[in-house]
């Protein structure tokens, strides 16, 4: 099964390639938006469904970490990395620029959630400090919830929770 994702509203719709040639022009509607588009069957073009994607948390481990999404009802496993300064975390969504956008169904989370500050000290040392953006229904790091104005320093294995999406944080390499 391979997916395309809907150029109005990003949602995936999922087909069976092997029904269909290379090069073949395929006519989908999309089942949220009833928006009709058309791809033409290539290597490029077709991407894996994400249960079938083999995710590697330790392929942003040297830069500046990243943080890993915990699959449950409302997505799946994904690895996101961080870079040096403010990390926006929150829902993606068509227009809105975070930094570090988690593709989720969950409406509890809010577009621009909570943030992950990098950034490193006189010793070189990176320091992770989270922070509220502030939201509908909080941030909790280790199921104790923050306040708007609070900033906690974090460190390797730290577990984030934000609306109902957990996800931990990988440290990256001093």
Do not use: W
């Not at 999922?14 to 069957?41: N, P």
């Not at 500046?64 to 999404?69: D, E, K, L, P, S």
């Not at 593709?103 to 509220?132: A, F, P, W």
Request: aromatic letters at 8%.
């Amino acid at each position: 099964m391979k997916r395309v994702r809907c150029p109005k509203c990003e949602n995936y719709l999922t087909f069976d390639e092997t029904k269909y040639a290379e090069g073949q022009s395929l006519v989908f509607v999309c089942d949220h938006c009833k928006k009709q588009f058309a791809i033409r069957l290539g290597k490029s073009k077709v991407q894996a469904t994400r249960k079938d994607e083999n995710l590697n948390e330790d392929e942003f481990k040297d830069a500046f970490g990243n943080i890993t999404v915990i699959e449950n009802v409302f997505g799946f496993k994904q690895v996101l990395p961080l870079r040096e300064g403010d990390n926006i975390i929150g829902r993606r969504c068509i227009g809105n620029d975070i930094q570090v956008p988690i593709e989720t169904s969950d409406m509890s989370m809010d577009r621009y959630h909570c943030v992950i500050n990098v950034k490193r000290n006189k010793q070189g040392k990176l320091i992770y400090t989270l922070r509220d953006a502030p939201s509908l229904t909080g941030t909790f790091l280790n199921n104790e919830i923050l306040g708007d104005k609070d900033r906690v320093r974090i460190e390797e294995g730290a577990i984030i929770t934000i609306g109902a999406t957990t996800f931990i944080l990988h440290t990256g390499e001093d």
